[in-house]
């Protein structure tokens, strides 16, 4: 029923009458998959997926991207009764977002229901994508100000405005310093970039103003810390 998070610490007894403490943690082993195309079939690579409790509060949400296949694991959930979806921006605001649900609609009392109990394993199959919806990819490279990539730099996408809502996951950059987001094709969006630097604290870079549209060109963020 649980997974044990990963832990690496050994644990030595002196003495075959000692003891010792051993702290770990444990979470509930539920799975659930889906794949998300468009109506012919191409998949979309790094969609961020949202498992939304349809209790509020019963749940913290899991999130995922989808790989380059349009494949999607969301793992570590518990049982319970779910939706999922995604984020996608209001059309007449720069600042909101709103959710887009399997099987494709808009409306939260139409979405298809998840249940998953203890341990379960869920296939959902394919989340298709209406016409109405493009997506594109941004990609990216976080660099220190010496070109040196940054791994595991925090990456946050929001809606274009100023007080904008984030789209949710966070993602972490890779060893090369890259990160990817699918976003909605004719919306602005920004970036922003933070870094933890001891002993000078976070360092941050932004980048505003990103119309998604074709062929978008990769960006490179630097943080400095102001």
Not at 181 to 210: C, S
Request: aromatic content about 8%; charged content about 25%; proline content about 7%.
């Amino acid at each position: 029923m649980y997974a044990e998070e990963l832990w690496t610490d050994q644990v030595e007894l002196k003495d075959t009458r000692g003891c010792a403490v051993a702290d770990f943690s444990v979470s509930f082993n539920g799975r659930v998959s889906a794949r998300v195309i468009t109506r012919d079939g191409t998949p979309i690579a790094h969609v961020a997926l949202k498992l939304i409790a349809t209790t509020d509060g019963a749940y913290p949400e899991r999130v995922a991207q989808t790989d380059a296949l349009g494949r999607v694991v969301l793992e570590h959930v518990p049982p319970g009764r779910f939706v999922l979806g995604f984020d996608v921006p209001v059309s007449g605001s720069d600042s909101r977002v709103t959710q887009f649900y399997l099987p494709g609609t808009s409306d939260r009392a139409e979405a298809r229901p998840v249940r998953v109990g203890p341990s379960d394993t869920i296939a959902v199959g394919d989340f298709v994508i209406p016409d109405t919806m493009r997506f594109v990819t941004m990609t990216g490279t976080v660099q220190y100000p010496d070109g040196k990539a940054v791994e595991g730099a925090s990456v946050y996408l929001k809606v274009g405005g100023a007080d904008s809502s984030w789209i949710e996951p966070i993602i972490r950059t890779q060893s090369d310093g890259r990160f990817a987001f699918a976003l909605l094709e004719e919306h602005e969006y920004r970036l922003l970039v933070e870094v933890f630097a001891p002993p000078q604290g976070i360092a941050r870079a932004e980048l505003t103003g990103i119309l998604a549209g074709p062929n978008m060109k990769p960006v490179v963020l630097i943080p400095i810390r102001k």
